[in-house]
Nanobody, 117 residues
């Protein structure tokens, strides 16, 4: 029904920057909320940042002031600009799209981000 494709992961040195993108396709009228989650080995999946179709954004405390989420609501795309990356940001990053409030939403396949010197 809805497909999400992430891109932009890879290896970056501590202090560096990286930009992730997510594109949604399928039977979509409007996406209520899009979000980035991440999961490091041995950890649970956690919310990184989310944004509603109205532009309201929410960030995890660990990424506040370093990461910026943005959306193109009409194009069903989302980006995550990550600056001043730290080794603890290493994880698989997943795109999530919720079409209607209260639903769990759809997931992308994930993209690996590795922060290492």
């Amino acid at each position: 029904q809805v497909q999400l494709v992430e891109s932009g992961g890879g290896l970056v040195q501590p202090g560096g920057s990286m930009r992730l993108s997510c594109s949604a396709s399928g039977k979509i009228y409007i996406i209520y909320k899009m979000a980035w989650y991440r999961q490091a080995p041995g950890n649970e999946r956690e919310l990184v940042a989310e944004m509603t179709s109205g532009g309201a954004a929410n960030y995890a405390d660990s990424v506040l002031a370093r990461f910026t989420i943005s959306r193109d609501v009409a194009a069903n795309t989302m980006t995550l600009q990550m600056n001043n990356l730290k080794p603890e940001d290493t994880a698989v990053y997943y795109c999530n799209a919720v079409l209607f409030h209260g639903e769990p939403g759809y997931w992308g396949q994930g993209t690996q981000v590795t922060v290492s010197s």
